[in-house]
């Protein structure tokens, strides 16, 4: 399973903490699109503060679009 912040700005303010809190290397953001059709209630949570977020099974990570590098 894959975390997918729905945000830039959360999935900056995830890697930020996680850089810290855990002496993490500098993440790379990177953007991608999945069919709304395909995202089941259960996969959309809330982490670490609130972060918007989309989990995405292994299974269907081969519904992503391409990624396109952000930062």
Do not use: H
């Not at 894959?2 to 303010?13: D, L, M, V």
């Not at 930020?16 to 996969?43: H, L, N």
């Not at 959309?44 to 989990?55: F, H």
């Amino acid at each position: 399973m894959k975390y997918f912040s729905t945000t830039k700005e959360g999935a900056r303010q995830y890697a930020d903490m996680a850089e810290k809190a855990f002496g993490d290397p500098a993440y790379t953001i990177v953007e991608t699109e999945i069919p709304t059709s395909s995202i089941a209630p259960e996969m959309a949570i809330e982490v670490d503060r609130g972060i918007s977020t989309v989990t995405v099974p292994t299974e269907m990570l081969n519904e992503l679009a391409p990624p396109n590098f952000v930062d």
